[in-house]
């Protein structure tokens, strides 16, 4: 499926995308998202419960059926894959600019 | 041991939630609340941390779905009424809510507009709202709530004084619009530091 150019992803709804590529509950995906930027971002439960429902809305997460009812696991879908390189290029290219303009300084 | 505390916060969500918070500093951990009573008993000094969310804008079963979420990341979440409406009966109209969440009833969403949520401390903040894109959602929310609310009152107020009523009315209904227009005003001085933050920064 092609993905529509889009604009800049925030950098939660990155972090939340690049949680679910193994499924992941809430509690889960606040904790990598801690772990994964050394205790910069600590994201509170409102705010996770937000992209996660905005996410879902436009496919690019789903929900999974799981075992364990009083806990939803989510996991990314192929269209958030694409969501994914699409943003990972941009940010390339943006750390590409300014290392050519600072000089790597 | 247990105390019983009354008190009114009304709009002031901050207030609540500060009061909350020094209580559990104190030792006194929550265990039932009301539109005006709050019932702690006693534990370890600093054991919990309290935030407070409003949610009269989301509809019965977005705020049971927000609730079953916060539960699943091991919060305790108990629900209160801040007294916030325009109310016929069992049915209130809130032209700022969402979808479904414009109309609230009992039972349902009506009385339940505030979530207080309660989670063992780990010494850092404890809070609910942190990205940038949802805290100016939240305080466009809170803003848009008090503002219809004091409009509301201030529409009363005016109705009144051309109806001729005893001037007494006319008065009460403009401190009542005047006093819920500062929680209108605090969240709007808010939203708007937040707009100018988020053309720089993202969180």
């Known amino acids: ?105 | 041991m247990s105390k019983k505390m009354y008190r009114f916060f009304y709009g002031f969500l901050d207030a609540q939630q500060r009061f909350l918070n020094r209580m559990a500093g104190k030792g006194w951990r929550l265990v039932r609340t009301g539109r005006l009573v709050y019932e702690f008993e006693s534990c370890g000094p600093d054991a919990y941390s309290y935030c407070i969310d409003f949610v009269a804008h989301k509809s019965c079963r977005s705020s049971k779905d927000y609730q079953r979420f916060l539960e699943e990341m091991g919060y305790r979440v108990m629900t209160k009424p801040v007294n916030l409406n325009f109310s016929l009966g069992k049915v209130r109209f809130r032209p700022w809510g969402e979808g479904l969440g414009k109309v609230a009833t009992a039972p349902g969403a009506f009385n339940k507009e505030l979530l207080i949520v309660e989670k063992p401390s780990e010494g850092k903040p404890f809070k609910l709202h942190t990205s940038m894109e949802d805290r100016i959602a939240y305080y466009g929310t809170l803003r848009s709530a008090w503002t219809a609310l004091a409009l509301g009152l201030a529409a009363a107020a005016v109705y009144s004084f051309i109806r001729d009523e005893a001037l007494w009315k006319s008065i009460t209904w403009a401190i009542l619009a005047l006093v819920h227009l500062r929680p209108a005003v605090h969240s709007h001085h808010t939203l708007l530091a937040l707009k100018s933050e988020s053309e720089v920064t993202e969180s």
């Not at chain 1, 930027?37 to 436009?58: E, F, Q, V």
């Not at chain 1, 806990?71 to 269209?79: A, G, H, V």
């Open chain 1, 1 to 105: 499926m092609r993905v529509d150019p889009i604009g800049a992803l925030t950098e939660l709804s990155f972090l939340v995308l690049l949680s679910l590529y193994q499924p992941r509950h809430g509690y889960a995906v606040m904790q990598f998202i801690e772990q994964e930027t050394g205790g910069r971002l600590c994201l509170g439960a409102g705010s996770l419960y937000g992209a996660l429902n905005n996410l879902a809305d436009k496919g690019w997460i789903k929900a999974l059926s799981g075992a364990d009812p009083r806990r939803k696991e989510y996991i990314i879908t192929s269209l958030g894959r694409q969501v994914v390189r699409g943003e990972m290029a941009r940010l390339s290219e943006l750390a590409a600019i300014a290392a050519q303009i600072t000089g790597g300084e």
